[in-house]
């Protein structure tokens, strides 16, 4: 069974911090390199980087699957649409139907608050999770760079899921 779990206390905060640290190196390191991993780590997913996302209303949930700690999401709710900025899964739970049940969930979230969509961003070499997300659906709206500091970008794909309103 699958729950999500609001992140709201330092504890949680900090079990988020410990899983970005386990899957972003994992799964990025062969993607962006060891260094983006890391500086991304220090800027975007720190203790003070998450807290500060939930001082300005983004929200985070943990993942546990049979009562064991498997992933993260993070996401906005803006004025047109749901934006999806984290959803991460532990090595041992990807390719089990975990990705469908929570993209579903954040369905039903988003149409019970009258979005058009739910939108994200993936790096354009990360191929399994883009393969991932056809698979749920998404359409590619367009590609977008973004520099990130430090002489390090974000090139990515942005994909878009239309929802029924
Ligand atoms: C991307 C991710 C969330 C997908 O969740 P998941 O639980 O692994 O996906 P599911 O098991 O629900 O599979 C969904 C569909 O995508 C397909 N799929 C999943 N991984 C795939 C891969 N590596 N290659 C090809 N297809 C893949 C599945 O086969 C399935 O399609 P099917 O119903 O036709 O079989 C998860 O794999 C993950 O956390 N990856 C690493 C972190 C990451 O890159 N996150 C995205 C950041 S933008």
Do not use: C
């Amino acid at each position: 069974m699958i729950k999500l779990k609001p992140v709201t206390t330092l504890e949680d905060v900090q079990l988020v911090v410990q899983l970005a640290k386990e899957i972003w190196t994992e799964h990025y390191t062969s993607i962006i390199g060891a260094q983006q991993v890391h500086y991304m780590l220090t800027n975007l997913q720190s203790e003070e980087a998450i807290l500060n996302d939930l001082k300005q209303g983004k929200i985070y949930n943990l993942i546990e699957s049979n009562q064991l700690l498997t992933g993260y999401i993070g996401y906005e709710l803006m004025h047109d649409e749901l934006f999806l900025s984290k959803l991460y899964l532990k090595e041992d739970e990807r390719g089990k139907g975990t990705g469908y049940f929570l993209i579903n969930q954040l369905k039903a979230i988003a149409q019970k608050d009258k979005k058009r969509a739910i939108v994200l961003t993936v790096n354009k070499n990360n191929h399994a999770s883009i393969a991932a997300y056809k698979k749920f659906g998404f359409i590619l709206l367009k590609e977008q760079l973004v520099d990130i500091g430090d002489g390090y970008v974000m090139d990515d794909y942005v994909f878009r899921y239309p929802l029924s309103t």
